[in-house]
């Protein structure tokens, strides 16, 4: 059974500096792309970042210079670490693995919430 599972959500300040991990198992992603998104109340899912199995990354404009995502492939473990936190980074965020196109994934998490407080 695939499965990835988020840890390191919860509520932060503004300006805080969480970092999320998945780990994932039940497949191997190491030659998947694997990325986060997030779901804001109210709004649509939006990738945030996304790693390829090259080690590529990309970044909403929205987060870049903010956050950095990784992953260690021994591990099977896709971090992201975020800085300077806004509220309106608060959100579900959501793992993925197995990138199907340019905002969608074969197989998604369960996600985190990480509300961001004033």
């Known amino acids: 059974q695939v499965q990835l599972v988020e840890s390191g959500g919860g509520s932060v300040q503004d300006g805080g500096s969480p970092k999320l991990s998945c780990v994932a198992a039940?497949?191997?992603?190491?030659?998947?792309?694997m990325g986060w998104s997030r779901q804001a109340p109210g709004k649509e899912r939006e990738l945030v970042s996304n790693?390829?199995?090259?080690?590529?990354?990309s970044y909403a404009d929205s987060v870049k210079g903010r956050v950095t995502i990784s992953r260690d492939k021994t591990k099977k473990t896709l971090y992201l670490q975020m800085h300077s936190l806004k509220t309106e980074d608060t959100a579900v965020y959501y793992c993925a693995a197995c990138r199907s196109s340019n905002t969608e994934y074969n197989y998604w998490g369960q996600g985190t919430q990480v509300p961001v407080s004033s």
């Open positions: 039940g497949a191997d992603f190491r030659w998947c792309g």
């Open positions: 790693v390829d199995q090259y080690g590529s990354t």
